[in-house]
């Protein structure tokens, strides 16, 4: 029952192909009677019709919709085809991530030691292990300094004033640098982009503030944060070089930020006038030495005195005889002194599919590898999703072609019958009603909906998505009669202003309400 159109090669007639819909219970075409004479309803009609609308017609559409309850099909368009679905690939990480993990997990930032404080002295080395939090920053908290504070004050609460030995920091659960392979190298200058790891503060985001001087020829100011204290400096090293220059007159250079991953350093170079500032928001490349730079300026502030600081990068590393890094919260002699655990995984998937967030979902991805695979890593990640999604989701492992999780790849695929699959698993979950909440919805501000179907409000919670030549919409809809209904929408290889595709998504959606 695809759609072939009369440029591609096999057709059937228009009525032979409304007949086998008709018959099996599919009135999904315009201007054929069904048994007994029933024409399809107007909305359908409209449906067809705005699928054939030039330039629109040459669109590759994916669209199913099901009635949330029974799962009768009310239209479809290449359900069983591949698309690639930008940013719709975080509805199976996050459905997955809740199903295996559960709506109450929560990640632990946490401090162990073979030892325990006397009279706030720790006589031993003193270790974090990080399990990949990615709540570290907003805006789950004030700012990534306030999240470092609460983190040292769970520190001093157990009674930790100085530590003999030294601080570890274990981040040897994934890597922080490596990114997909098919992601594009202009997205890893930018937020899209920014890479991970087990200790990584503010989503894996860089800001750097630049003020100019208030004289021509000096310094200009410049601050960054993750930091751990809001101090503007002329210098910043070791993670910033500071070269712009505050002039006078006209700029003749703008200010420009490159990594050198050689030296782990930022260059800002270029020119800003006298008292002008603006501030660049980056993918910070080296997320976790920031993070633990963060860490080490608020311990201290807060007067906790450690005289050596290292990053334990590698897996089983000894630590002691019956440790290794990558397992300190299982090792048997090890204590838990203190930490900070993450808000629950519902937030969390909130926070990533109202927005959108590419940094939290691929952190998911690689929580669910350590959690549930064998490493931290992608591969695993996916392996774990999809064995989950076949078992419970009943997706077909040929429906499914995963690059990332976030969608940023273009070379991720998935059929919009396993997307309404995903959806309704997790309408029968205990927490499918918070899922959807979650969802980005008309005039919700923070969402990608936000300034969408505003008509909508109240009746539509869906997930988007957009790459170059693709646009797609999937979620929840409440109809006129009341029913929820459950659809995808994905268009690929548009070759059109991404507006012009989304207005029409949009208007089918109108559509899909009136059955």
């Known amino acids: 029952m695809l759609n072939h159109n009369r440029r591609g090669g096999p057709w059937q007639s228009r009525r032979q192909k409304c007949a086998v819909a008709l018959l099996t219970g599919l009135v999904s075409c315009a201007g054929v009677r069904g048994p007994g004479g029933v024409r399809p309803a107007p909305a359908v009609e409209r449906v067809e019709e705005l699928l054939a609308e030039p330039p629109l017609d040459r669109v590759h559409w994916g669209i199913l919709v099901v009635d949330a309850e029974s799962g009768q099909t009310l239209f479809e368009r290449n359900p069983d085809l591949l698309f690639i679905p930008g940013s719709n690939m975080k509805l199976p990480v996050a459905v997955s991530a809740l199903g295996l993990l559960g709506p109450e997990y929560r990640w632990d930032t946490a401090f162990f030691s073979l030892a325990t404080p006397v009279n706030g002295l720790l006589d031993a080395d003193l270790y974090l292990f990080g399990e990949g939090d990615p709540t570290l920053g907003s805006p789950f908290y004030e700012s ?51 890479t ?25 100011l410049v601050a960054w944060s993750p930091s751990g204290r809001d101090q503007v400096t002329p210098n910043t090293r070791p993670f910033m070089d500071n070269r712009v220059v505050t002039v006078g007159g006209e700029i003749g250079s703008p200010v420009r930020a490159s990594f050198l991953p050689e030296s782990r350093r930022w260059v800002i170079e270029g020119e800003i006038a006298v008292g002008d500032s603006l501030t660049l928001t980056l993918a910070a490349r080296d997320p976790v030495r920031l993070a633990v730079s963060a860490l080490s300026r608020a311990l201290a502030e807060r007067d906790v005195r450690i005289s050596e600081t290292e ?34 995984l519902i937030e969390v998937v909130s926070q990533i599919l109202g927005p959108s967030q590419n940094w939290m979902t691929e952190q998911l991805v690689r929580t669910l590898g350590a959690e549930l695979g064998e490493l931290g890593s992608w591969p695993e990640g996916f392996s774990v999703i999809q064995r989950f999604l076949e078992e419970e989701g009943q997706v077909r492992s040929e429906d499914v072609h995963w690059e990332d999780g976030s969608g940023l790849s ?37 969402t990608t909906l936000a300034s969408r179907l505003l008509d909508l409000r109240g009746r539509l919670f869906a997930k988007t998505g957009s790459l170059s030549h693709v646009n797609t919409l999937s979620g929840h809809l409440i109809a006129n009669d009341g029913r929820e209904l459950i659809f995808t929408i994905l268009t690929n290889g548009s070759n059109l202003r991404a507006s012009q595709v989304r207005a029409q998504i949009d208007a089918l959606v109108v559509e899909f309400m009136r059955y």
Do not use: K
Request: charged share 20%; net charge neutral.
């Open 144 to 194: 990534s300094a306030v999240a470092v504070e609460r983190l040292v004050d769970s520190l001093v609460l157990a009674g930790v004033r100085e530590v003999t030995g030294r601080l570890s920091v274990d981040v040897s659960a994934w890597d922080s640098a490596s990114v997909p392979e098919s992601w594009m190298v202009e997205d890893l200058a930018g937020v899209a982009g920014a």
């Open 196 to 220: 991970g790891g087990p200790f990584v503060l503010d989503r894996g985001e860089l800001e750097i503030s630049i003020r100019g001087a208030d004289r021509a020829g000096d310094a200009a």
């Open 410 to 446: 273009n070379h991720n695929l998935i059929t919009p019958r396993a997307l309404v699959s995903i959806l309704r698993y997790a309408r029968g979950q205990s927490w499918g009603g918070a899922f959807r909440s979650g969802l980005a919805q008309p005039g919700l501000e923070g």
């Open 311 to 344: 990053i334990i990068w590698d897996r089983n590393v000894p630590i002691r005889t019956e440790c290794a890094a990558g397992r300190l919260p299982a090792c048997p002699v090890t204590r838990r002194l203190a930490g900070i655990s993450s808000p629950p």
